[in-house]
């Protein structure tokens, strides 16, 4: 069994704008956990400086060392998930454990299309 | 923690490897080591000067007390003064003005010393009890006190840079993006509540640490001497003055006079009150040419004090250089009200900053998204005119200023026949972006004689899939515009740092000429309607990263510069 673990519900990955995205963590670690953290968040990836927008935290305090919990957080409208010349807009949930580095990431698109919009090269880049 | 979203960017490249933190290390040590060696040497001086405190105030005779030549060209006199007091019965002699420095500078501060301490008058002088040979006749100031945290900010700095250096968590920063965004948005707060005010604090410190002696002193002794009394005056000596420094020679004018006011004799060497040096040598030896030739030169004396004079009083462009502290000054207290003033509650609603430049709430994130603008809207071009052609004057300006010191330089070494072809060659693409800066500035001062466009939008914020109608109007001569284009246009916007610089890329994804027209009176005012496509991205604003979504507009003129206008507009996501 994997130390901390993501499961969607019918292991579904794409959502649409005000969606409920529901799941299950499950955690097998050592003992002396703190918390785990849930996290809601979307990031960018390409050429661009990386920004990240942390949408919901969801904190599980003195969560013991095996275990698991449902969850479920309602999406927002936007920023849908996308894929540029230049950026990489990427929804993700993150699954974190403290003390400790363990951490898992799930990625979702967020889209009304079910898919991430791909975003046409109408000229060349300009610098 | 629910219902809090924070909003932060990490630049998410490589770790800085041991060699580059070992050089990193290395440079901060120098700044932790400098920093310190002037700590100690000014808490140094502070501690003598407090000790001083301790100095027993005794009565003093001056024997002699006379202005002496030196050599030295900063300080060409000297006062030399002995004075003789008694301690616990003992006679002694001692010529100490102030703690290890003798009194030095110019004629005027010297013989007002003599004055003040003239042969054979009871003064009184500081001896230390612990030692009774070491006297002085002042003591020295305790606000070099004020001094002592200056090099405490080099030592912060160099202790912070290397502990940062090895404490920084990049490899988990990577790993765990949401919880290094948190900690990031968590630890920029706190910064950037601090980071702008010490900015702006220092500006200030430094502007008002200099305004006084460099610009409100001599504007204020300017003004002063608009009223002294003219007095002729015997030029003693004449020279241009040399200084040598790692940055070349510079020169400057230096005159002693002497003049009799209400029937006492004084003498002066003091020509202008802004002093200092420049480059430029044959000006100077103009001057001091003139001087040399006049029987009598005018010199003007202070009726209430005739120890002050000055030979060339009233405004000049060299006074000019006076403001620079003060606009230090002044950035730096406008800045701190400014930033005060944003972090003061009460300011904090009126002066919200863009969504992206702070932490996203849940309640930012629907505002942005949420589709609510149903009324007309007319649309702000993304710079205005104005704007243009004062931001490329500015430019310009700035720009040629500065190559202009460096022109200036190299014509000067040309007149001299010393010609610097190298420094010429590397100063020419200066020279042409210079000229390319002034260019673009009549380019845009032309431009704002062009009609002005008006535009209008159906709606503030445009969903993707739903239509629009836009309208437009135009004010001044519309039909000097031969042609006309609308175009709807989506750029990915991308901003990283590169070395030490921020570069920001832009590539167009979407791209529909609205409309097209030749037709005058179409061009002067009409409408299109249009549909955002429902399969792209609508507006984004993060820190690093957009998608912009604008409405350009294009009116070629011939002969003349073009009505190049970008009206910024918002698409929202699909309304649902």
Known sequence: MEKLSIILEQDKAAFAPRETIRGTIRWNLDAGIRHLELSLFWYTAGKGTRDVGVIETRRFDEPGAVGWKDFSFPLPDGPYSFSGKLISLIWALELTCSPGSETVRREIVLSPTGHEILLACANESER | ?576
Not at chain 2, 550 to 572: M, N, Q, R
């Open chain 2, 1 to 576: 923690m629910t219902g809090m979203a924070s909003h932060g960017s990490s630049d998410g490249g490589k770790p800085a490897s041991v060699a580059g933190r070992l050089g990193l290390t290395l440079f901060f040590l120098l700044f932790f080591t400098m920093g310190s060696l002037f700590e100690l040497f000014v808490v140094r001086a502070f501690w003598h000067t407090l000790a001083q405190r301790t100095w027993k105030k005794t009565p003093c005779t001056i024997v002699s007390s006379e202005v002496q030549e030196r050599t030295a060209r900063d300080a060409p006199f000297a006062w030399a003064v002995s004075y003789r007091y008694t301690h616990e019965g003992q006679s002694y002699t001692n010529s100490g003005y102030r703690r290890n420095d003798e009194a030095s500078g110019s004629y005027s501060d010297m013989q007002r010393l003599a004055r003040k301490y003239p042969a054979g008058r009871n003064a009184f002088c500081y001896v230390n009890p612990r030692n009774p040979d070491q006297a002085v006749l002042t003591r020295d100031s305790l606000a070099l006190g004020l001094v002592i945290p200056f090099p405490l900010i080099f030592v912060a700095i160099g202790i912070g840079g290397a502990v940062l250096i090895w404490c920084r968590p990049a490899a988990e920063a990577e790993t765990s993006i949401a919880a290094g965004a948190l900690r990031k948005s968590r630890k920029s707060k706190g910064k950037s509540r601090y980071l702008a005010p010490a900015l702006f604090a220092l500006f200030a410190l430094v502007g008002g640490a200099l305004a006084y002696p460099l610009g409100i002193r001599p504007i204020t002794r300017t003004i002063a001497a608009e009223s002294w009394v003219a007095t002729p005056c015997q030029v003693l000596r004449a020279e241009v003055c040399s200084h040598d420094s790692d940055d070349g020679t510079t020169y400057s004018v230096y005159i002693l006079y002497q003049y009799e006011f209400r029937g006492q004799t004084y003498k002066s060497d003091r020509y202008e009150f802004l002093g200092g040096s420049s480059s430029g040598y044959r000006g100077k030896d103009r001057v001091v040419e003139q001087y040399r030739a006049a029987a009598h030169p005018i010199c003007y004396v202070n009726p209430d004090d005739p120890f002050d004079a000055v030979l060339k009083r009233g405004f000049h462009a060299k006074l000019l250089l006076a403001l620079v502290p003060l606009i230090f000054l002044l950035i730096g207290v406008s800045g701190l009200i400014g930033v005060l003033r944003t972090n003061s509650p009460a300011g904090d609603g009126a002066t919200l900053p863009p969504l992206a430049q702070r932490p996203l709430r849940a309640s930012d994130e629907a505002d942005l998204l949420r589709v609510e603008g149903s009324g007309r809207a007319v649309l702000a071009p993304k710079f205005s005119g104005k704007t243009k052609f004062i931001g490329m004057t500015f430019g310009a300006l700035f720009w040629n200023v500065i190559v202009l010191v460096f022109v200036a330089s190299i014509a000067n070494g040309f007149q001299r026949d010393n010609p610097s072809w190298i420094g010429l060659l590397v100063l020419l693409p200066f020279v042409a972006v210079g000229l390319g800066l002034a260019g673009g500035a009549v380019y845009q001062l032309l431009a704002l004689f062009n009609p002005r466009p008006t535009l209008e939008l159906s709606s503030t914020v445009i969903p993707l899939g739903t239509a629009a109608e836009l309208s437009w109007s135009f004010s001044g001569q519309a039909r000097r515009i031969d042609e006309f284009t609308v175009t709807l246009r989506g750029v990915e916007e991308a901003k990283y740092r590169q070395g030490t610089s921020t570069c920001t890329d832009r590539n167009t994804f979407h791209e529909t000429e609205l409309y097209r027209t030749s037709n005058a009176g179409e061009i002067a005012s009409g409408q299109v309607g249009f549909v955002v496509p429902p399969d792209t991205m609508h507006s984004f604003a993060a820190e690093n990263n957009k998608i912009l979504w604008s409405l350009d507009i294009h009116g070629s003129i011939k002969g003349w510069p073009d009505v190049k206008e970008s009206f910024p507009i918002t698409v929202a996501p699909v309304a649902g």
